[in-house]
């Protein structure tokens, strides 16, 4: 259904400059509401529905129903229980040499360096090994360090392959074990 152009312009003479100008602030309350008011009106529901959902846990807090969320300093004392103990560094360290044993990767004589983190003050033994195969056995190897040593850090993967057609790759990798120091 159309409306001519005819009938619009004789409507708009007929209701004058004053008519006109009360429809298009007519017009501009209601973008103002459906684009203003609307999203804000929501935005205040969807606060209320969350202040209901807090008073609702607060309640079953009070009554014990429902459990307070571990304190930080609990979860990282936690955290520092399950690490390896700093005496147990040689045992990761044979584990890194057995999997990589196993992948059928040379590894040559690494360097290792024991400190401490001033930040969270746990003893870091980092270790840079040197590492000859082909690159799906260094990738499985590095798969299953990390794997099976969840306090090994992968810090620098180096690998360089002498000429294209080498399936063998030469590299280094560059590695962080966490130790708690109890």
Do not use: C
């Amino acid at each position: 259904m159309r409306i001519p152009s005819l009938i619009l312009h004789e409507r708009a003479q007929r209701l004058g400059m004053v008519g006109l100008a009360g429809a298009a602030l007519v017009v501009l309350a209601l973008l103002y509401g459906a684009f203003g008011v609307l999203p804000q009106w929501q935005q205040v529901r969807d606060l209320e529905g969350r202040n209901q959902d807090a008073g609702t846990q607060l309640r079953q807090i009070k009554s014990g129903t429902l459990k307070l969320p571990q304190v930080p300093q609990r979860e990282l004392e936690d955290f520092h229980k399950q690490l390896p103990a700093q005496p147990q560094a040689t045992e990761a360290i044979d584990r890194i040499y057995s999997l990589a044993k196993t992948e059928r990767i040379s590894l040559a004589r690494g360097e290792y360096a024991l400190g401490v983190d001033p930040k969270t003050q746990l003893a870091r033994y980092q270790i840079l090994l040197p590492v000859r195969g082909s690159y799906p056995q260094i990738r499985r190897f590095v798969h299953a360090l990390l794997g099976q040593l969840p306090a090994l850090v992968l810090e620098d993967v180096d690998l360089q392959r002498k000429k294209i057609g080498d399936s063998e790759l030469t590299g280094r990798l560059r590695m962080t074990l966490y130790l708690s120091r109890s």
